[in-house]
Antibody, heavy 117, light 110 residues
Framework: QVQVVQSGAEEKKPGASVKVSCKAS????????VHWVRQAPGQGLEWMGW????????RYSQRFQDRVTITRDTSANTAYMELISLRFEDTAVYYC??????????WGQGTLVTVSS | QSALTQPASVSGSPGQSITISCAGS?????????VSWYQQHPGKAPKLIIY???YRPSGVSNRFSGSKSGNTASLTISGLQAEDEADYYC??????????FGTGTMVTVL
């Protein structure tokens, strides 16, 4: 069955960077794009960007364009999201999700990133 | 890209029907039939319940249904049950080859 498993919680200082992983199983990794979404405490879902797992092309939200990089390792069936220059307001749960057609049908369990001094 | 607009909260009694709206623009909701709805219980990851405006994934109750008119999509929950109490988000593909989510709606079962 399709599974998407993310890396564990991270605590970072302002100005640092974080890299979250997203490992897929149960399907052909390069046949489905991966999206990244975040959710700040008590807030709604915010779309960050997506990765074409086949050719590595990416598309980012303008809000994160300058600070986010999404990559993949096809040999490991894993996608990565790196966010740099962290601020307090980047504290959030970060989700990856598999895209099927134009919908996000399988989500990871979420990774809490806490930015604290 | 601005977030799609949803009511902050909707409530209903068990057995009733409720409808959640999702207002977008001609660049997202109105442009394609690629609107999805997600259900999120506290502390859990979102779960897909409607895709491509009207389709339900396997295993999702037929009490959930979706529709769209112009730039506004809607999710209807019929026969409201206690387990339906959750946050609901719409999402849409956009003409910029990006995605956008709605502001989210808290559903309360009275």
């Amino acid at each position: 069955q399709v599974q998407v498993v993310q890396s564990g919680a991270e605590e970072k200082k302002p100005g640092a960077s974080v890299k979250v992983s997203c490992k897929a199983s149960g399907y052909t990794f390069t046949h489905h794009a991966v999206h990244w979404v975040r959710q700040a405490p008590g807030q709604g879902l915010e779309w960050m960007g997506w990765l074409n797992t086949g050719n590595g092309n990416t598309r980012y939200s303008q809000r994160f364009q300058d600070r986010v990089t999404i990559t993949r390792d096809t040999s490991a069936n894993t996608a990565y999201m790196e966010l740099i220059s962290l601020r307090f307001e980047d504290t959030a749960v970060y989700y990856c999700a598999r895209r099927d057609g134009r919908t996000l049908d399988s989500w990871g369990q979420g990774t809490l990133v806490t930015v604290s001094s | 890209q601005s977030a799609l607009t949803q009511p902050a909260s909707v409530s209903g009694s068990p057995g009733q029907s409720i409808t959640i709206s999702c207002a977008g623009s001609s660049s997202d909701v109105g442009a394609y039939n690629f609107v999805s709805w997600y259900q999120q219980h506290p502390g859990k990851a979102p779960k897909l319940i409607i895709y491509d405006v009207t389709y339900r994934p396997s295993g999702v109750s037929n009490r959930f249904s979706g529709s769209k008119s112009g730039n506004t999509a809607s999710l209807t929950i019929s026969g409201l049950q206690a387990e339906d109490e959750a946050d609901y988000y719409c999402g849409s593909y956009t003409s910029s080859n990006t995605d956008v989510f709605g502001t989210g709606t808290m559903v309360t079962v009275l």
